[in-house]
C-alpha cells in the first residue's frame, strides 16, 4: 500500500486469521524460555479479523486506499484459524495486551520510514 501496488488476497477476503504484534510474540518466547512447562502453548490474540477487516483498519489507519487484486481461493487454506490461548496464560501468565489497531498504527510507521 505505501508503495501504491495491490495486495493480493486469495479467495473473497472473508478468511479468518488470528493476527498478534510481534512484540507480545517476543514477550512469550521470553516467558517461555523462562519456564519449566514443555509442550505445545498457543501464542495469539484469540481473536479472529479477516482479511477484509484487516484492510480496512489498513486504509483508516494509512489513509491509503487499498488496490485489491482478488485470486482464486486456496484448497488449503482453512476458513477461519483462532487460537485459544488460555493454556499460555495458565502455564505462562501471557496474554497479549497490544491493541490490534496499535499494533497496525506502529507498523505503518515503522514502514513509512523504509519506503
Known sequence: MARGLPLHLWGDGSVVRDYLYVGDVAEAAALA???SHTGVVNIGSGVGRSLLEV??????????????SFEPGRSFDVPSLVLSTS?????????????????????????????
Open 87 to 115: 493454556k499460555a496464560t495458565a502455564v505462562l501468565g501471557w496474554s497479549a495486551t497490544t491493541p490490534f489497531a496499535d499494533a497496525v498504527a506502529a507498523h505503518w510507521e515503522y514502514v513509512r520510514g523504509t519506503v
Open 33 to 35: 524460555l523462562e519456564s
Open 55 to 68: 484492510v480496512e483498519l489498513l486504509e483508516s489507519t494509512t489513509g491509503v486506499r487499498a488496490l485489491l
